[in-house]
């Protein structure tokens, strides 16, 4: 079975920057099309980014150019690279295959942006 596991959130102030990673076992993340989700409090899980398997990159618009997918296949890893971050950004991220099929989720990684 495959198993997700983010690590890299944080507190961060406004504009600042985090990096997270998503770490899977189980399976082989260049062969998917993976994505990166966010949940913030009392909204629904929503898609931020996703990443094809020839590195086709789709972003949502409210993180256009600020955030950057990537996939380090010799990690079997997916990143996220979050800059310019705001306060509307908190909330905790998950990777996953792009939706709809999907892997069991992980536990995400807390991301709060707040001065």
């Known amino acids: 079975q495959v198993q997700l596991v983010e690590s890299g959130g944080g507190l961060v102030q406004p504009g600042g920057s985090l990096r997270l990673s998503c770490a899977a076992s189980g399976s082989i993340v260049s062969i998917y099309t993976m994505a990166w989700y966010r949940q913030a409090p009392g909204k629904q899980r929503e898609l931020v980014a996703r990443?094809?398997?020839?590195?086709?990159?789709i972003y949502a618009d409210s993180v256009k150019g600020r955030f950057t997918i990537s996939r380090d296949n010799a990690k079997n890893t997916v990143v996220l690279q979050m800059n310019s971050l705001k306060p509307e950004d908190t909330a905790v991220y998950y990777c996953n295959r792009y939706s709809p099929s999907l892997w069991p989720w992980g536990q995400g990684t807390q991301v709060t942006v707040s001065s």
């Open positions: 990443i094809s398997s020839s590195d086709y990159k």
